[in-house]
């Protein structure tokens, strides 16, 4: 099946590729196909989605806690005193 892997989506982007299920291991689990080296996402919803629209929804949601994060560390610098 084609699937939408979000894992890395804030350093390498978005990317689709062709997986099959790990139902051995765990449902959720997801191996690549077809590839020399296949990688294993785990996580429906986090790491790998089904629709385009779901990867691009989680993407954005981890960019935004990524400015959040990168913020609190921002005022947290500013308000060190020497």
């Known amino acids: 099946?084609?699937?939408?892997?979000?894992?890395?989506?804030?350093?390498?982007?978005?990317?689709?590729?062709?997986?099959?299920?790990?139902?051995?291991?765990?449902?959720?689990m997801v191996k690549e196909?077809?590839?020399r080296y296949p990688a294993s996402y785990h996580g429906e919803g986090?790491?790998?989605?089904?629709?385009k629209e779901e990867a691009v929804k989680r993407a954005e949601s981890m960019k935004e806690a990524k400015i959040k994060?990168?913020?609190n560390q921002i005022k947290k610098l500013e308000a060190l005193k020497f």
Do not use: P, R
């Open 33 to 35: 196909i077809n590839v």
């Open 1 to 28: 099946m084609k699937v939408w892997v979000t894992k890395y989506a804030l350093t390498q982007g978005i990317f689709e590729t062709e997986v099959e299920v790990c139902e051995d291991i765990n449902i959720n």
């Open 46 to 51: 986090k790491e790998w989605h089904k629709t």
């Open 69 to 71: 994060s990168l913020t």
